[in-house]
């Protein structure tokens, strides 16, 4: 059972790159989420997704896109890397109102 | 508007002796609550969770937490510590915004256990 899968686990990018942090979920789950864990903050909802062609933004969306054209997957895309995106990155996954999430392994992101 | 408040940022226990992790919540609805556990560099993985239900909820490895409405409090408690215990924990309340449960995370526990 795989459950969420994220890749990559680990990843440095420089001052305006972009790239995509990948999510996917075997849980025929309709929710999907976004979160960046900051150390001492607890974790922050970037965007969420209650199914295939719907999303919507979180607490702090700012700097970050997503898109969900398929039950599984929910990647999240950062498009002109800044130092303040520096953080861990986790992706959970839900199948319904109330019920607990289940979360991925993280990406750990650095941006220099 | 919900949020959570974790009272204790780091809990310090001897190994064998009762854990007592400390929440209160604020929800303008009926709250689910939740206790996530993280182990270093490792993601979050559900301990229990309140869901109207029972008020005193139990989870794995021994945990268990009581819903007391009254005080707005849903701590973590545990009889006896173990090694293995020592982790980051995150209390967690959950409420609906339009057709999403969106959860809002406590600033986190740390407990450390030691001999």
């Known amino acids: 059972n795989a459950g969420v899968t994220q890749t990559p686990k680990f990843r440095i990018l420089k001052i305006g790159q972009s790239m995509t942090l990948q999510c996917a979920q075997d849980m025929n789950h309709n929710y999907m989420y976004w979160y960046r864990q900051d150390p001492g903050m607890g974790l922050k909802l970037i965007y969420y997704s209650v199914g295939a062609g719907i999303t919507d933004k979180g607490e702090v969306p700012n700097g970050y896109n997503v898109s969900r054209s398929t039950t599984e997957d929910f990647p999240l895309r950062l498009e002109l890397a800044a130092p303040s995106q520096t953080s861990v990155y986790f992706c959970?996954?839900?199948?319904?109102?109330?019920?607990?999430?289940?979360f991925g392994s993280g990406t750990r992101l650095t941006v220099v | 508007a919900q949020s959570v408040t974790q009272l204790d940022s780091h809990v310090s226990v001897s190994e064998g002796t009762p854990v007592l992790l400390r929440c209160n919540y604020s929800s303008s609805y009926s709250p689910s609550l939740f206790w996530y556990v993280q182990h270093p560099n490792k993601g979050l993985q559900l301990l229990l969770k309140?869901?109207?239900?029972?008020?005193l909820v139990k989870g794995i490895n021994g945990f268990e937490a009581e819903f007391k409405k009254s005080e707005t409090s849903f701590h973590l408690t545990k009889p006896s510590a173990h090694m293995s215990d020592a982790a980051e924990y995150f209390c967690?309340?959950?409420?609906?915004?339009?057709?999403?449960?969106?959860?809002?995370f406590g600033t986190g526990t740390r407990l450390q256990v030691t001999l």
């Open positions: 967690v309340v959950s409420d609906r915004a339009g057709t999403a449960s969106k959860l809002t």
């Open positions: 309140y869901t109207s239900a029972a008020t």
């Open positions: 959970a996954s839900s199948p319904g109102v109330n019920y607990g999430y289940t």
